[in-house]
């Protein structure tokens, strides 16, 4: 559904980094704002088929946005800030979230 799960916001000063894993099932993430400076957003898809969508536009240091998840089954809108890490290896999504 279009139910929004969580919102926060983060201060730069405080956050380097956010990264966000798709679970089972389709997920959706959507990444916008428009920042002089921005964290670095790290998007690790799931093994449903996921949507990404990316409209973020950092002024000063472009790239921040970085994707990680299969070519197949994901859907990626692309902005300026976007690095487009998705392969065919099912490896690059795996992810335990009770082992560590």
Known sequence: DDKQV???VFKRSETKQITLHGLARDDK???KGEVNKGIRIVIVGGRGE???KDSSNVKSWR??????????????KPGPETVDKTTHDVKVHAFDR???
């Open 6 to 8: 969580y919102h926060r």
């Open 29 to 31: 993430f959507e990444v």
């Open 50 to 52: 996921d949507e990404i």
């Open 63 to 76: 790239r921040k946005t970085i994707v990680y998840d299969t070519r197949r089954g994901t859907e990626i």
């Open 98 to 100: 009770e082992g560590y």
